[in-house]
């Protein structure tokens, strides 16, 4: 199968995270809409996706199906070689029963649920969904996969210990491509460069100031180029003690709030009013959506109104639950975080 020399990559699209909010399902979109498009300017037909279409493995609502079905109308005049990822799998280490396999009957799509090689322009190119067999792969110019790396950073706060041995990899390609961690990361091992491609658009804050878009690789000349996310909105924290420090919020403060997900964080005892004010000056600034985040007790603030009049569409239990496990000074916090995820699964 020959496909065009120069083709653009992206990973991790996760349609439906945040329980399958409507606010994330335009955010998606919206992307999808720029990244057609840009791609179309650059006179590249074809895109390969690095897995995770979708972001809960196990159910998958239907109003997300919808956004998945209407991005896909958006793909038609595109060709579209996809693997599964881990979220788009059933089962925990393989990918033979996986979501993306509804795209079936698609024209252009074509989906790889089996390690695979195809060729594009002069070179060739091994794709490998969700946990592939690495025994299995045969030297290739080029590796496309869904891995899970030891040493490289899972977000920006946690690098991957359980995975692969990056030793693996130096003698199946000089050149691999990975989804899976949503941080963008490229290492050159002697012969070997991994890059991980990142992921589409930021999902939560522990991805800020993290590059979100996507690459065009032409394989006949090996030139890689990263296209940034210009449109798709950031998380800005914005700390109570800064503004006060300050006197409000700076102008340069302010043209971050804009179209952005803002997030104040009261780290500072003041009256209620206090922060009323501040954050009805933030949203003055039209913030894509707009929360406080009390890191303090205080008989000055009003704790039970606060909750009631923040927005909690953007948290997501699980990831809360093992983000407050990874922070607690206990032996085995894996295997506790393993089994508490199994216990809510289990009774929600």
């Known amino acids: 199968m020959t496909n065009s020399s120069r083709v653009a990559i992206f990973s991790d699209l996760h349609l439906g995270v945040h329980q399958h909010s409507i606010f994330w399902h335009n955010i998606a979109l919206q992307w999808a ?24 493995r196990d159910e998958i609502a239907v109003n997300t199906l919808d956004i998945g079905y209407k991005i896909l109308k958006k ?32 024209s252009n799509v074509h ?30 110019p ?5 891995f899970e790396i030891n040493t490289f950073k899972m977000n920006n706060s946690k690098v991957c210990e359980k995975g692969l041995e990056v ?3 130096f003698k199946l390609s000089p050149h691999i491509y990975s989804g899976h961690f949503h941080v963008r990361d490229i290492r050159q091992y002697d012969a070997t460069e991994i890059t991980y491609v990142g992921n ?7 991805e800020a100031n993290s590059p979100k878009g996507f690459h065009v690789l032409d394989f006949n000349s090996g030139v890689v180029e990263f296209v940034c996310n210009t449109i798709s909105p950031k998380h800005v924290k914005i700390y109570l003690t800064e503004v006060v420090k300050a006197g409000g919020i700076t102008p340069e403060r302010a043209s971050a709030i804009k179209g952005n997900i803002v997030r104040l964080i009261v780290d500072k005892t003041v009256a209620a009013e206090v922060v009323d004010a501040v954050q009805a000056k933030i949203k003055s600034y039209n913030p894509a959506q707009s929360t406080v985040e ?51 699964h289990k009774c929600k």
């Not at 089996?114 to 946990?131: E, M, N, Q, R, Y």
């Open 33 to 56: 809409d720029w990244f057609v498009a840009e791609v179309k300017n650059r006179d590249i037909d074809t895109v390969l996706f690095l897995g995770d279409w979708f972001d809960h």
């Open 75 to 106: 793909f038609q005049g595109l060709k579209l070689i996809a693997i599964p990822g881990n979220h788009d799998s059933f089962y925990k280490d393989h990918s033979e029963i996986n979501s993306l396999n509804i795209f079936e009957g698609w």
């Open 111 to 140: 989906l790889i649920n089996d390690i695979a090689s195809l060729d594009f322009g002069t070179s060739t190119a091994t794709f490998v969904p969700w946990g592939g067999d690495l025994t299995k792969i045969q030297w290739s």
């Open 142 to 146: 080029y590796l496309f996969g869904h």
């Open 167 to 169: 030793e693996k990899f």
């Open 200 to 206: 589409t658009f930021e999902t939560n804050f522990g």
């Open 294 to 344: 009390f890191l303090l007790k205080s008989s000055t603030i009003d704790v039970d109104e606060a909750v009631k009049n923040s927005d909690l569409s953007d948290v997501s239990l699980e990831k809360a639950l093992t983000e407050f496990i990874s922070f607690l000074d206990v032996p085995g916090k894996e295997k506790i975080s393993e089994c508490c995820l199994g216990f809510y």
